[in-house]
Every structure is written in structure tokens, then in C-alpha cells.
């Protein structure tokens, strides 16, 4: 079965270090993977995905993640962490041969001044 | 004005009434999707719609039922509305030819049923 799995609930970082937020997958076929944003009170937004191509995605706020097939893993990253950037994170990818998408059970980033 | 809107933003029932969330969006998508967000679980699927003659059942879909008015219009209804029907629901759309498109969300709807 395909799935996704985000293993930690939460994580904490100081403001201006480096955080990764992670995320393991299991697909059949070609992963497509997706990271979401969740601030309070306000539906998902999108961050960044990975369909091809180099392994280090950049995307917004910068953000980017890296993707490793060995691992099957597609970690959130950033340099340097905002209090701003505090939020629930998501991942997703979509189901091979479908346009569904399942999603992980969130991650809580807390970061702290 | 947003591109994916969700009404009501806020609801609160009793056990039993026939309840409807509302969907709207701007962005010319074809492929709409309900899901509902409970805490530790993530986002679940529970009716996503291709275009308007297309419904299909998610993995939760149990308890609801969907009707696609217009290509802009995703219903999501519980006819017997439960208190574990208590969530965030969210409603989606993604579009374009390619299969790895990002979905767009809506606000999202609190529904609380007592």
C-alpha cells in the first residue's frame, strides 16, 4: 500500500538555526512528493514538490527539501528557522496512476526566539 | 478575493440534522476534493470529483455524499450528521494535464456536532 509517514508530532528549533521537518514515503512507480503549510485558522498552502529531476527542491519562503530514493525520504529543510515559520506541516504524495494524494499526519513546527 | 472558498466557516449541529458544506473556486480546476482534518490523523479523502459527471469515494466516505453542481461547485453533505463527524473539513482542487499538479485549499469548514 502506498503511504506516507511524517515521525515526529513536533519539532522545536531556535530561531536562526537550521531545521528539517521529516517525512519517509512508499510509492509503486515514480514518487510524486508535496510539502503543505498549515497556519493557524487557515487551510493548507502549498510549499514545494518534487516530480524529477535535481534531488534538492527549493520553494517558497525558503523552503526547499531534499529527496533520497535509497531512503525513501523527502525532508523539509530550512537555514536558517523564522518565528514566523512556526506552523503544521504536511506531506503528501500522489497515489501512481491517479490523481489523489495521501497525506502524512502533520508535523508541529515551534520555533522558538 | 480567494480562489477557493468554503461556506459556512464555522457550524455547529445536533446529532441527526442533514447538514451541507459548500465549495466554490475560481480557478478553472477540474478536479475538486473533500477531505476532513482530525487531529493526529492528518487529511483523509472523502469524495474527490474529476469533473462534473465524475464522483468518486475517498477512503472515508461513509456517513457523506457529494453533489457536483458545476465545474466551480463541490457540495459535501452528511445526511445524519454524528458527533464523530466533528472535524476541520477542507475542501481542494488541482488542475492542468499533468499528474503532479499541487492542490489549492480552501479555509477550511469547522463543523462541531452535538
Known amino acids: 500500500a502506498q503511504s506516507v509517514a511524517q515521525p515526529e508530532d513536533q519539532v522545536n528549533v531556535a530561531e536562526g538555526n537550521p531545521l528539517t521537518v521529516k517525512c519517509t514515503y512508499s510509492?509503486?512507480?515514480?514518487?510524486?512528493l508535496f510539502w503543505y503549510v498549515q497556519y493557524p485558522n487557515r487551510g493548507l498552502q502549498f510549499l514545494l514538490k518534487?516530480?524529477?529531476?535535481?534531488?534538492l527542491v527549493k520553494g517558497s519562503y525558503g523552503f526547499e527539501a531534499e529527496f533520497n530514493k535509497s531512503q525513501t525520504s523527502f525532508h523539509l529543510k530550512k537555514p536558517s528557522a523564522l518565528v514566523s515559520d512556526s506552523a503544521l506541516y504536511f506531506c503528501?504524495?500522489?497515489?501512481?496512476?491517479?490523481?489523489?494524494?495521501?497525506f502524512g499526519t502533520g508535523t508541529r513546527l515551534k520555533v522558538l526566539a | 478575493d480567494a480562489d477557493v472558498t468554503q461556506t459556512p466557516r464555522n457550524r455547529i449541529t445536533k446529532t441527526g440534522k442533514r447538514i451541507m458544506l459548500e465549495c466554490s473556486q475560481t480557478?478553472?480546476?477540474?478536479?475538486m476534493y473533500w477531505y476532513r482534518q482530525d487531529p493526529g490523523l492528518g487529511l483523509r479523502l472523502i469524495y474527490y470529483?474529476?469533473?462534473?459527471?465524475?464522483?468518486n469515494k475517498g477512503e472515508i466516505s461513509d456517513g457523506y455524499s457529494v453533489s457536483r453542481q458545476a465545474q466551480a461547485k463541490f457540495s459535501l453533505s452528511l445526511e445524519s450528521a454524528i458527533p464523530n463527524q466533528t472535524a476541520l473539513y477542507f475542501c481542494?482542487?488541482?488542475?492542468?494535464?499533468?499528474?503532479?499538479?499541487?492542490?489549492?485549499f480552501g479555509p477550511g469548514t469547522r463543523l462541531t456536532v452535538l
Open positions: 503528501a504524495v500522489r497515489v501512481s496512476g491517479t490523481y489523489k494524494y495521501i
Open positions: 470529483s474529476f469533473d462534473v459527471k465524475d464522483i
Open positions: 480557478k478553472g480546476h477540474d478536479r
Open positions: 481542494a482542487t488541482s488542475g492542468g494535464t499533468g499528474s503532479y499538479n499541487e492542490q489549492f
Open positions: 510509492v509503486s512507480g515514480n514518487p510524486y
Open positions: 518534487y516530480i524529477t529531476g535535481d534531488n
